[in-house]
């Protein structure tokens, strides 16, 4: 099932398309050869609210059909990810003064999260995520967890079963949930007198800047800005009184959010608002221009990718990105173009990747099948990666990358 929208999927304004991709597939829908003839596909089209400026896909499929006992996203995978989350934690100890007697709820907390980090400190916790098969393995870890999609209706179960919560976080979850009134009502609903929700998502104009394009498929439904997240919070009796960026995920927002008049606005709260203003999130140009921007993207890339195949040389993937999907299948870049790409989470191995079908193997395959070339996916990882490659595959192989342009990594 498609859930598709003709008005801003939050203040019902009519939209204006931004840019099609077209054809897309689930964008963690690894396939196996088997199940070719099953593949689903839809219409992959960002657009912007003239009206509140939230950026939003037309088309979503079901989110039942993204997070289920499958899904293949492992935050665990990634060493700076979990040194990003144990931080989170640190930074609730330091500067909101966690102690023992508050309770905090994750939601989207995946095969472990920041709550993994609170559960080895020993605070009061639990994890929200739909997905069993990532679930399972956080409770495995000992994490209270509850096999859920967040919204309104949990936030009344999470108070039954638990209490109000002191603190409510998210890193990289709100941007994959539709029904934005719910979630948020659910929070308002949850959240003590004083409690503090910090989320943080893709910043939308690190995507404009950055030409990012790949960081819009199914699950990403919104790429926020502060002044979309603040006429959101508005409406659902939430305040954002303070606002940080952060570098995880290709560049993100992290917001402080309290119910209304509870803690006093931070000088970077206005320092981001003005900053949004000076890009024009209202403007249509704005979007034009992006749009112009993927476009050459595209043809770059397939054009450097041409001139290495001509020259003999041959190109492989690190990272079997969800970002990927797009990149992929927007500019038709199969195994003409790509040997295989190398990942390390298990759900992935021995699959193909969704929509152009490149075969995706573990890290010893990676070693042994050396290429010349390799397209850095997850871009948003590169000093992790690099780190590990410096005494590997950087020693005689180059890396390739589309962001901000496409080249090749001196
Ligand atoms: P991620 O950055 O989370 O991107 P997305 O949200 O677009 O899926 O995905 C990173 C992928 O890269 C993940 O599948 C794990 C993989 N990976 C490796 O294969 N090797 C590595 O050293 C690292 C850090 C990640």
């Not at 963690?28 to 003839?37: A, H, K, M, P, Y």
């Not at 029904?179 to 910043?203: A, C, H, M, Q, R």
């Not at 040997?339 to 990747?353: A, G, M, R, V």
Request: hydrophobic share 35%.
């Amino acid at each position: 099932m498609i859930l598709k929208t003709e008005v801003c999927r939050f203040c019902e304004s009519d939209i204006e398309s931004v840019i099609n991709f077209g054809k897309m597939p689930i964008a963690n829908g690894f396939i196996s050869s088997v199940d070719l003839d099953n593949e689903y596909f839809f219409n992959l089209e960002a657009a912007y609210c003239p009206r509140c400026t939230l950026f939003q896909l037309v088309e979503m499929p079901d989110p039942k059909i993204l997070f289920n006992q499958n899904y293949a996203y492992h935050s665990g995978e990634s060493n700076s990810m979990q040194l990003h989350f144990s931080k989170i934690c640190d930074l609730l100890i330091n500067k909101y003064n966690l102690n023992k007697n508050h309770f905090c709820v994750e939601i989207g907390n995946n095969d472990g999260g920041i709550v993994e980090y609170l559960n080895l400190k020993g605070f009061s916790h639990l994890g929200v995520d739909p997905s069993k098969n990532v679930s399972d393995i956080a409770k495995g870890k000992g994490i209270n967890v509850l096999n859920d999609y967040f919204s309104l209706e949990t936030s009344n179960k999470i108070i039954q079963s638990n209490s109000k919560a002191d603190f409510i976080l998210a890193a990289n979850a709100l941007a994959h949930i539709p029904d934005l009134y719910s979630v948020f009502s659910g929070i308002e609903n949850l959240l003590t007198d004083k409690g503090i929700f910090i989320t943080e998502d893709p910043y939308l104009l690190d995507v404009l800047n950055k030409t990012s394009y790949d960081q819009i498929y199914d699950e990403h439904v919104f790429i926020f800005s502060l002044t979309s997240m603040q006429n959101i919070c508005n409406k659902c009796n939430l305040e954002i009184f303070d606002v940080e960026h952060v570098n995880t995920a290709g560049g993100s927002l992290r917001y402080f959010i309290s119910k209304k008049n509870v803690y006093k606005k931070s000088s970077n709260f206005n320092k981001f608002l003005n900053y949004e203003n000076d890009k024009n999130l209202l403007d249509t140009n704005t979007y034009k221009l992006f749009s112009n921007n993927c476009l050459n993207s595209k043809n770059t890339t397939i054009d450097l990718f041409d001139k290495i195949l001509s020259e003999n040389n041959s190109i492989c993937g690190y990272g079997a990105t969800s970002k990927s999907t797009t990149i992929f299948n927007y500019c038709n870049i199969d195994t003409k173009y790509i040997k295989f790409i190398t990942d390390t989470t298990k759900i992935k191995q021995n699959k193909l990747s969704p929509g152009m079908h490149i075969p995706i193997y573990d890290y010893e395959y990676f070693q042994k099948n050396r290429t010349d070339y390799c397209f850095l996916l997850a871009w948003n990882l590169k000093d992790e990666i690099f780190d590990k490659e410096k005494d590997n595959f950087s020693i005689n192989g180059q890396w390739i990358t589309h962001i901000p342009t496409a080249q090749i990594l001196k």
